[in-house]
């Protein structure tokens, strides 16, 4: 069958001004890729795609199809001044064969920056990001890049947060931070929503004992819920035994109305330590009753001498807590940094690195939802770096539940009470010459059963290939294969992926 003229819905087009500045810095001039004279650097890129498979649907009959990728980005990067920051974009241009009707293109993106506008005292994080995010997590999962199925959409989001730092007297502290934070989905409004958090905060240490003064208010709007307010006031003491070992209590009032049933007042108590038995290791638990029954935040690192191990566990409302990267900008640079000189994925980076800090884990677990909902979520990452070999491990665990008598009116948990899935990633690099590399990853997505809705599994595995071909030239050629069981919607899908990528 003769390929059809490239032809891609208007759709597809519906971020024009991100588009065209993204495509004229990659087609920009080679020297942009040269770090300019203030610090910054600007390193446009294009990649070639082809996938051959025999399911480009992703149905039980699979029917097979070309796939052409034509992928222009550009990454910034650097610091001046009192700014620093990153930005990685890239446009996806696909293109299928025989159905070219179904041709269409997505975006990627993940940029963080932040300002020290006043010395010492005012800062500025903002950050932005598009990807593609699953709609429901009982439907067909995807099984890679370049194909496309009804079950994801783009989802964009922006958040800015402006804080103040000042000490009083010289002798206390003084904090204030509010945080915005809007999220669209292209093609369901299930995750379109719009959060404002701020809080201010006092308190001071004198020797071995500290006091701290805090209220904070979270409003969150759905745009197919309603809006949710929760105002929190709490006071804390805290000890330091040794510089490597704290213990806090607080307590105080919250009011609130997102359990759906009014305008509810509690009490709040708890308490939590920090403990560096070495300066390899560090271990933090925190435990609060609240609103909603027990909160909690587990996590504990260790670094050995080629070894990484991370584990986290956290249950508390979804959107509560603030993941604003603040006093730990420098060292999630520092890791982006490093991740992006191996893997040249910014998705996967931005994930790997926030991991590490201990921010929101569970970013492959996820789906749309139309109002906040009670999470529980754990995670578990140990990585391994060799001379010429290297290994990670990942396992994810979220529940989520409605939250309350809480109505919700999209998304799984307006047919389920809660939604439990579990995650498992295995992946090995072996460095065959300065040039060449060999890698394999195997993974397992999990969706349980839920009452009237059927659990899903995926299975996925790949093994590839790649080389680099010259001084701004790397090639790969992959091979996978994947299974997916359901009970309305199972597959199975194989094929072969060539990328050609130049760096200008």
Known sequence: MPVQQATFPPHALRRPGLIAAAAVAALACPAWAQEGPRGWSVQPSVSLQQTVTNNARLEQDGRSDAITQVTP?????GRSGRVQGSLDYQLDLIQ??????????????????????VDQHLFLDASASISQQTISAFGRQNAGTGLVDSNSTEVATATVSPTFKARLAGLVDVGAQATWTTSRAEDSTAGDYTDWDASVDLGARHGLFGWGLAGSRSSSRFQDGGRYITDIGVATLSVFPTSRFSLFVR??????????????????????????????????????ERYFGRSHSVSVSHRFRRVALTYSDTRGVTGDNADALGPLRALYGQIYAACMQQFGNAALCTQVSRLALGLDPTVPLTFLNSAPSLQRAQ??????????????????????R???????????????????????TLGGVHQMTRQTSLGLSASLLKTLDEESQPGTEQRRLELSMTSTLGP???????????????ETSPYQESAIVGTLNYRF
Do not use: K
Not at 256 to 279: H, N
Not at 472 to 486: K, N, Y
């Open 73 to 77: 980005g550009v990454r910034v990067s």
């Open 96 to 117: 299928y064969a025989r159905e070219s009707d179904r041709s269409t293109t997505h975006n990627r993106l993940s940029a963080d920056a932040g300002a020290e506008l």
């Open 251 to 288: 307590g105080g009032r919250e009011r609130t109305d997102a359990l759906g049933t009014g305008t509810r007042y509690s009490s709040s108590s708890g308490g939590g330590l920090t403990w560096l038995p070495t300066p390899r290791t560090r271990l933090t638990l925190e435990s609060d």
């Open 379 to 400: 995670a578990l990452s140990l990585g391994f770096s060799g001379v010429r070999n290297s290994a990670s491990l990942v396992v994810t665990s979220t529940e989520n």
């Open 402 to 424: 409605r939250l309350g008598e809480q109505q919700y009116i999209g998304g799984d948990l307006a047919l389920v009470p809660s939604v439990r899935q579990l995650a498992l």
């Open 472 to 486: 701004r030239t790397q090639g790969t050629l992959a091979v996978r294969r994947v299974w997916f069981d359901s």
